[in-house]
């Protein structure tokens, strides 16, 4: 599964500031058992929106990381807080099946 948010960049601050502390919390979070990597995107034509994905290999697992409540986690998130907002846009499912333009529909 993956969890995907957006990111959206307060004025006078970079991506940068954001990036710093996204990636110091993702190493901590990527030692949950079934963390599966993270990315972080620019928005095209807009810097200061990024978008963050996360991938997972269940919701049971993910869920079981935030009931975890890891301090060191919690203080880079507060860090972050002054140049930044944050707005969750959701679980999603992996697809059960993907079209390739040059493979056609493969399962997953």
């Known amino acids: ?19 710093d502390a996204w990636v110091r919390a993702s190493e901590l979070i ?26 997972w290999d269940s919701k049971t697992s993910r869920d079981a990381m935030e009931a975890k409540h890891n301090p060191d ?16 846009l959701g679980e999603f499912e992996d697809p059960e099946w993907v079209v390739n333009p040059t493979a056609g529909v493969a399962s997953q």
């Open 1 to 19: 599964m993956k969890y995907i948010f957006e990111v959206r960049i307060k004025d006078g601050y970079a991506a940068e500031d954001y990036a």
């Open 30 to 55: 990527q030692r949950a058992p079934g963390a599966q990597g993270t990315e972080l995107h620019r928005k095209i034509g807009d810097p200061d929106t990024l978008i963050a994905i996360a991938h």
């Open 73 to 88: 986690v919690a203080a880079i998130i507060r860090s972050a807080a002054p140049f930044c907002e944050i707005r969750p």
